[in-house]
T-cell receptor, first 110, second 121 residues
Framework: TQLLEQSPQFLSIQEGENLTVYCNSS?????LQWYRQEPGEGPVLLVT?????EVKKLKRLTFQFGDARKDSSLHITAAQPGDTGLYLC??????????FGKGTRLSVIA | GAVVSQHPSWVICKSGTSVKIECRSL??????MFWYRQFPKQSLMLMAT?????????EQGVEKDKFLINHASLTLSTLTVTSAHPEDSSFYIC?????????????????FGPGTRLTVL
């Protein structure tokens, strides 16, 4: 069974601070996705990383896929209250269903 | 981008009744749809994989006779929670896979619906 461990589980920071969320596995994935979910809504895809070592930027969010394609990180610069939400990483391996991590609940306080 | 809808967005029912939740891919054909359940403050747990025209594949621990899945067309999958009980109260989310998304890249992207909040009294 493929498992994805996310850390930290909970994070509460002040507006303007930086943060990094980690997603780790002992399994290799063909690609990895990051989602953000707000209460009462479905998850929304932020990015898909495919190549080992790949770095993608989405405004203040930077995503990195590990060289061995077993881990990924999400770094947010100058967090804002609008970044508050549940961040989920999900691994893709062939045609099997997505494997989700347990999520990181981020709260950014103004 | 691809859009997936769910109906209803929320439902409250009495214990012992059955509830049907619909998942539709609005602008693409989805040969495969997935049903997830999410309890408060937890991640998404896959319940079953729904394949158009064939039986669903259930994850371990999910009762197939209780959670009936029908994927009769390429744009619609339904989840029926039979004889619902309070412990079935949860947030149910579907996703649909667009086999044409990303062309021939190595991944098949899933698009998620907005979820259905089920409360069983």
């Amino acid at each position: 069974t493929q498992l994805l461990e996310q850390s930290p589980q909970f994070l509460s920071i002040q507006e303007g601070e930086n943060l990094t969320v980690y997603c780790n596995s002992s399994s290799v994935f063909s690609s990895l996705q990051w989602y953000r979910q707000e209460p009462g809504e479905g998850p929304v895809l932020l990015v898909t990383v495919v190549t080992g070592g790949e770095v993608k930027k989405l405004k203040r969010l930077t995503f990195q896929f590990g060289d061995a394609r077993k881990d990924s990180s999400l770094h947010i610069t100058a967090a804002q209250p609008g970044d508050t939400g549940l961040y989920l990483c999900a691994g893709i391996s062939g045609n099997t269903p997505l494997v989700f991590g347990k999520g990181t609940r981020l709260s950014v306080i103004a | 981008g691809a859009v997936v809808s769910q109906h209803p967005s929320w439902v409250i029912c009495k214990s012992g009744t059955s509830v049907k939740i619909e998942c539709r891919s609005l602008d693409f054909q989805a040969t495969t749809m997935f049903w997830y359940r999410q309890f408060p403050k937890q991640s998404l747990m896959l319940m079953a994989t729904s394949n158009e025209g064939s039986k669903a594949t259930y994850e371990q621990g999910v009762e197939k006779d209780k959670f009936l899945i029908n994927h009769a067309s390429l744009t619609l999958s339904t989840l029926t929670v039979t004889s619902a009980h309070p412990e079935d109260s949860s947030f149910y989310i579907c996703s649909a896979r667009d086999p044409l998304a990303g062309g021939i890249t190595s991944y098949n992207e899933q698009f998620f619906g907005p979820g259905t909040r089920l409360t069983v009294l």
